[in-house]
């Protein structure tokens, strides 16, 4: 979608791009150790490092084999998007040096997906969204966030 997007972004005074992400998907909680040194490594980082990695998460999958290689047990699917999510963050960032692109975690919020057991209501869940993307063009790029706290990928 980003990509799709671009044109409109260029043309702006103030481009922002905030990646809806999660704190389950940050490197800590990836351990396959292989795939967090590919995305941890900023300088290396490109997509093709990305795809790479998802496509060898692809296979362990469909091999069965995901607990062996080292992926994440529980929801490794949304983990390793999530993760990976991330990265691309810091690609695009780091590609439009003045766009203000980053990646936040908004909480546990109540939503279908968690069944709206989230403490947060979807009003508090955007706040931080909707922070990230009013921020001054001099403001942080690059980075991940939760909620409106800098945080680690």
């Known amino acids: 979608m980003i990509e799709a997007l671009l044109p409109l972004l260029q043309l702006s005074d103030s481009?922002?791009?905030?990646?809806?992400?999660?704190?389950m998907g940050q490197l800590k909680n990836i351990p396959n150790e292989w795939a967090k040194g590919v995305l941890s490594d900023v300088e290396s980082l490109s997509e093709e490092r990305v795809d790479e990695v998802l496509s060898e998460f692809l296979k362990d999958f469909k091999e069965g084999s995901l607990e062996s290689k080292g992926w994440p047990s529980f929801?490794?699917?949304?983990?390793?998007?999530?993760?990976?999510?991330?990265?691309y963050t810091r690609i695009v960032a780091k590609k439009y040096p003045s766009f203000?692109?980053?990646?936040?975690c908004p909480?546990?919020?109540?939503?279908?997906?968690?069944?709206n057991t989230g403490f947060l209501t979807v009003d508090e869940g955007a706040e931080s969204v909707v922070k990230l993307a009013l921020l001054p063009n001099d403001g942080p790029s690059g980075?991940?966030?939760h909620r409106n706290e800098v945080s680690t990928f």
């Open 15 to 23: 481009p922002r791009i905030v990646n809806v992400s999660s704190s």
């Open 143 to 145: 980075l991940f966030f």
């Open 100 to 104: 203000r692109v980053n990646c936040l």
């Open 75 to 87: 929801m490794p699917a949304y983990r390793v998007s999530k993760a990976a999510q991330s990265a």
């Open 107 to 115: 909480g546990f919020v109540k939503t279908d997906l968690n069944y």
